[in-house]
T-cell receptor
Framework: EAQVTQNPRYLITVTGKKLTVTCSQNMNHEYMSWYRQDPGLGLRQIYYSMNVEVTDKGDVPEGYKVSRKEKRNFPLILESPSPNQTSLYFCASSGGEYINEQFFGPGTRLTVL | GQNIDQPTEMTATEGAIVQINCTYQ??????LFWYQQHAGEAPTFLSYNVLDGLEEKGRFSSFLSRSKGYSYLLLKELQMKDSASYLC??????????WGAGTKLIIKP
């Protein structure tokens, strides 16, 4: 089944404790992206990647890192999480014949205390 | 600056028709997207318009006017399962999506 997976789905952590949210897609898509979604603000892009080893900042990259060593994986790293990073995070991918349609993962709800 | 405007919330009756409007201002334009998002779930793709006019897909239709920076999503024969948020997004000249905050649609029996 074609899908985007994210792990973990839910995470409660404390300020300053490094964490990684994994994202993987099995559709051989070139493009992958991370968003955060907060009430009343809509989806805001954190980082995106056009292909392996190519990453670019989105609208709200501060406090986040990403890497794209393989086409299928695009992990989001929070080196020192802070409470203002409490949010719902979505990974998305697109490519091939679906170049104009982004497929979203199920979301990761992160709480930083 | 880049901006997407859509109503925060709308209410409609089961079986009726509802139109959700979206206005956009982006640096360049490479298409207008509509996504549906049920509470607590991921957004799912509904439609993509890059040329002016109406695109019909079953009960859902999407319209675009590039000269006016305007789009709408039309939902016919509303069902209770259509209760969701509807997200409008414009693709800019760098092929990045600029998202609106979403319109929460409430369907009443």
């Amino acid at each position: 089944e074609a899908q985007v997976t994210q792990n973990p789905r839910y995470l409660i952590t404390v300020t300053g404790k490094k964490l990684t949210v994994t994202c993987s897609q099995n559709m051989n898509h070139e493009y992958m992206s991370w968003y955060r979604q907060d009430p009343g603000l809509g989806l805001r892009q954190i980082y995106y990647s056009m292909n392996v080893e190519v990453t670019d900042k989105g609208d709200v990259p501060e406090g986040y890192k990403v890497s794209r060593k393989e086409k299928r994986n695009f992990p989001l790293i929070l080196e020192s999480p802070s409470p203002n990073q409490t949010s719902l995070y979505f990974c998305a991918s697109s490519g091939g014949e679906y170049i104009n349609e982004q497929f979203f993962g199920p979301g990761t709800r992160l709480t930083v205390l | 600056g880049q901006n997407i405007d859509q109503p925060t919330e709308m209410t409609a009756t089961e079986g009726a028709i509802v139109q959700i409007n979206c206005t956009y201002q982006t640096s360049g334009f490479n298409g207008l997207f509509w996504y549906q998002q049920h509470a607590g779930e991921a957004p799912t793709f509904l439609s993509y318009n890059v040329l002016d006019g109406l695109e019909e897909k079953g009960r859902f239709s999407s319209f675009l006017s590039r000269s006016k920076g305007y789009s709408y999503l039309l939902l016919k024969e509303l069902q209770m399962k259509d209760s969701a948020s509807y997200l409008c997004a414009s693709m800019d000249s760098n092929y990045q999506l600029i998202w609106g905050a979403g319109t929460k649609l409430i369907i009443k029996p």
